[in-house]
């Protein structure tokens, strides 16, 4: 079993940054491909990025060149970093760490942004 936290979701204005965390309750980025996804209200939860357990990334096309996810291996934590950012990226932003058939979500964590 895997716990996953979100944090560092809020409130910012369009082109400001955020960087969103996922805390994993132990190591897994070795064996498991990490995820970010969101939903906003009204649609269906979509892919934002991807980093396997090789490294290799992996980005929507709405949010490539803007957006950057990473992982710290030593705090079993993968980050988002969030720049430019748009009123289309509103959303519940979702973690989440997946080994063929076997996945695990976070809670989720709102990032809204408006002026």
């Known amino acids: 079993q895997v716990q996953l936290v979100e944090s560092g979701g809020g409130l910012v204005q369009p082109g400001g940054s955020l960087r969103l965390s996922c805390a994993a309750s132990?190591?897994?980025?070795?064996?498991?491909?990490m995820h970010w996804y969101r939903q906003a209200p009204g649609k269906q939860r979509e892919l934002v990025a991807q980093?396997?357990?090789?490294?290799?990334?992996h980005y929507a096309d709405s949010v490539k060149g803007r957006f950057s996810i990473s992982r710290d291996n030593a705090k079993n934590t993968m980050y988002l970093q969030m720049n430019s950012l748009k009123s289309e990226d509103t959303a519940v932003y979702y973690c989440?760490?997946?080994?063929?058939?076997?996945?695990?979500w976070g809670q989720g964590t709102q990032v809204t942004v408006s002026s």
């Open positions: 132990r190591s897994i980025f070795s064996d498991y491909a």
């Open positions: 980093i396997t357990s090789g490294g290799f990334t």
């Open positions: 989440n760490a997946r080994r063929a058939v076997e996945q695990y």
